[in-house]
């Protein structure tokens, strides 16, 4: 029978403080557009579950998935633009 008590100073010899780190927060600040136009969908997606969708109901939907998109694509450029910085 294999002891684990061996590897348990392998497993916890990094505790983890659970806080994000800069790198992280830099990650998500640059995707707070993003997070906001998928919250503004999900709550138009969510005030057509119980009630028959109207012609408003339809162009707010429209409209919250334009904002996704347009968020994921300027998201998308810009990470483009961040990976791609070599010469052209």
Known sequence: M???A???AVVTATPFDGEPTN???DVIEQEIPLILAEVDLLDAQIMTIDR???ELDT???RRARNRVM???R???NRAGI???GGAA
């Open 74 to 76: 300027d998201l998308t």
């Open 2 to 4: 294999l002891s684990i």
């Open 70 to 72: 347009a968020a994921r």
């Open 82 to 84: 961040a990976l791609s």
């Open 52 to 54: 028959p969708v109207t």
């Open 59 to 61: 162009q707010r939907l």
């Open 6 to 8: 061996a590897l348990q």
């Open 23 to 25: 790198g992280e927060l």
